[in-house]
T-cell receptor, first 111, second 113 residues
């Protein structure tokens, strides 16, 4: 399996505070993704990156921003967290037309 | 508008029997399909994939069938084992487009001993 780690694994924060989730991969994969998983919705793409400093929006990007300054790191930022952003967040990486490899997830609770 | 649909939220089967998980898609540009398995508190893991140039792909106990005319694929697990109990996600991609996967909502499989 590709080496993908996420930090933190769990976070509880308050409405209105900024939050940054980190994803780190050791496989030198070009593509990286952020998803959220919610009951009844499956996995929904938030943002993705197709290279350093190259990012694009997914289907649920409102309220989120991303940055990728190095191949191995992909950051997801909630500028001002809301309760609707309580979710489990998964990062994934991919090289070419192959399967995506997922990290272990971050459980975020916004009170 | 859901492009990948898994219409059964859950499925329960007996150990040793066949599990059949179904997935339908609407986008005719999809030409690569994958199944992922997800245990609680873990990230999804890749299980098996199929390209649209094939109608079947087999890997041990897992077989994926693709019916392009019906825009339907299915995952067969034979024989089912209790360790197969997990949520299964179907995903689709267009290899001619961006490297993005579109996921279904998942089917929770329970294999009873």
């Amino acid at each position: 399996d590709a080496g993908i780690t996420q930090s933190p694994r769990h976070k509880v924060t308050e409405t209105g505070t900024p939050v940054t989730l980190r994803c780190h991969q050791t496989e030198n994969h070009r593509y990286m993704y952020w998803y959220r998983q919610d009951p009844g919705h499956g996995l929904r793409l938030i943002h993705y990156s197709y290279g350093v400093k190259d990012t694009d929006k997914g289907e649920v990007s409102d309220g989120y921003s991303v940055s990728r300054s190095k191949t191995e790191d992909f950051l997801l930022t909630l500028e001002s967290a809301t309760s609707s952003q309580t979710s489990v967040y998964f990062c994934a990486s991919q090289q070419g037309l192959n399967e995506q490899f997922f990290g272990p997830g971050t459980r975020l609770t916004v009170l | 508008d859901q492009q990948v649909k898994q219409n059964s939220p859950s499925l329960s089967v007996q150990e040793g029997r066949i599990s059949i998980l179904n997935c339908d898609y609407t986008n005719s540009m999809f030409d690569y399909f994958l199944w992922y398995k997800k245990y609680p508190a873990e990230g999804p893991t890749f299980l098996i994939s199929i390209s649209s140039i094939k109608d079947k792909n087999e890997d041990g106990r897992f077989t994926v069938f693709l019916n392009k005319s019906a825009k339907h694929l299915s995952l067969h697990i034979v024989p089912s084992q209790p360790g197969d109990s997990a949520v299964y996600f179907c995903a689709a991609a267009s290899q001619g487009g961006s490297e993005k996967l579109v996921f279904g909502k998942g089917t929770k499989l329970t294999v009873n001993p």
